[in-house]
């Protein structure tokens, strides 16, 4: 439980986040507020869990990453070619695995980070192609040294736009299979990011770059739509711990959303993926 604290000085207008972790917890560190992003392993590994087929049409073409010309597209699809591998890796997908791996080292290459971390890790990420467990850390693994060293050399706006890229092909592979399925399971866990509504903001807004404005304003208008979802919260009886002489308090929370708001929200991913994904 968090607890009050002596009033801060005023923050800059323009904040840099501080990335370090995403790939393992989603918690990030803006103007000194914690936000939880769920990182697109996370994402990837709770659509699995529901055991639903494969679709190739939740991933993007990795077989031209040489369109990509700007860092911030290059640093963007990086993250988008990294929710789709993991994507590939708990589904099973070994044999489209290496065409993403080459998408993922030529992009690296192009930004002059590949040789930063460890460059043998996309090498075992390959080798182990048939135990899925082995790569899903590795793939974790690479993408934190990643964010280490872009960190510790001060491109962080890199370092976002990998991670922006990630949440929204994340959230793409959440609605692709559900637009023509009324009450299809993934939709509770695409309402749930709701509560991350607030922190991809943040993260969208700290960058200043005039060639991320039109991806810029259609995530803000993505975080808009997802935070206006309408919350309820159920209260549950509380829990006292004796021993430790604490009384928890417990709660349930539900996202309530109309067909033709999740309607609206299925088309603003795919307007914001689609914006991300043109050369």
């Not at 679709?55 to 993250?79: F, M, R, V, Y």
């Not at 943040?202 to 206006?228: H, K, M, R, T, V």
């Not at 309408?230 to 209260?235: G, N, P, R, S």
């Not at 539900?254 to 299925?266: A, G, M, Q």
Request: aromatic residues 4%; glycine residues 6%.
């Amino acid at each position: 439980m968090l607890g009050c604290s002596e009033p801060q000085p005023s923050q800059p207008s323009v904040i840099l986040p501080d990335t370090s972790g995403i790939s393992n917890t989603g918690a990030i560190q803006i103007a000194g507020e914690l936000v939880v992003i769920p990182p697109p392993a996370l994402i990837s590994h709770l659509i699995a869990k529901e055991s639903l087929p494969f679709d190739s049409q939740s991933l993007s073409d990795a077989s031209h990453p040489e369109k990509w010309t700007s860092e911030i597209k290059k640093a963007l699809n990086l993250g988008v070619l990294g929710a789709d591998l993991s994507y590939l890796i708990n589904h099973g997908q070994a044999g489209s695995i290496p065409q993403y791996l080459a998408a993922i080292r030529r992009l690296t290459d192009d930004l002059g980070i590949s040789h930063e971390v460890d460059p043998n890790l996309l090498n075992q990420i390959e080798a182990g192609l048939e135990n899925s467990a082995n790569m899903l850390g590795m793939h974790g693994t690479f993408f934190r040294n990643l964010e280490a060293y872009l960190k510790k050399n001060h491109r962080l706006e890199i370092s976002t736009c990998i991670l922006l890229g990630g949440w929204t092909e994340s959230m793409h592979q959440l609605a692709c299979p559900a637009d023509s399925i009324a009450g299809h399971p993934l939709d509770r866990l695409l309402l749930d990011q709701t509560y991350s509504a607030d922190g991809v903001a943040a993260l969208a807004n700290s960058i200043q770059s005039e060639s991320f404005a039109d991806i810029q304003a259609a995530l803000l208008e993505l975080c808009s739509a997802l935070g206006a979802l309408e919350k309820t919260y159920e209260f549950k009886a509380p829990v006292h711990d004796r021993r430790q002489g604490i009384t928890y308090l417990r709660s349930q929370s539900s996202v309530i959303c109309p067909d033709n708001n999740l309607s609206e929200l299925h088309s603003l991913i795919a307007e914001t993926r689609q914006l991300i994904l043109a050369p």
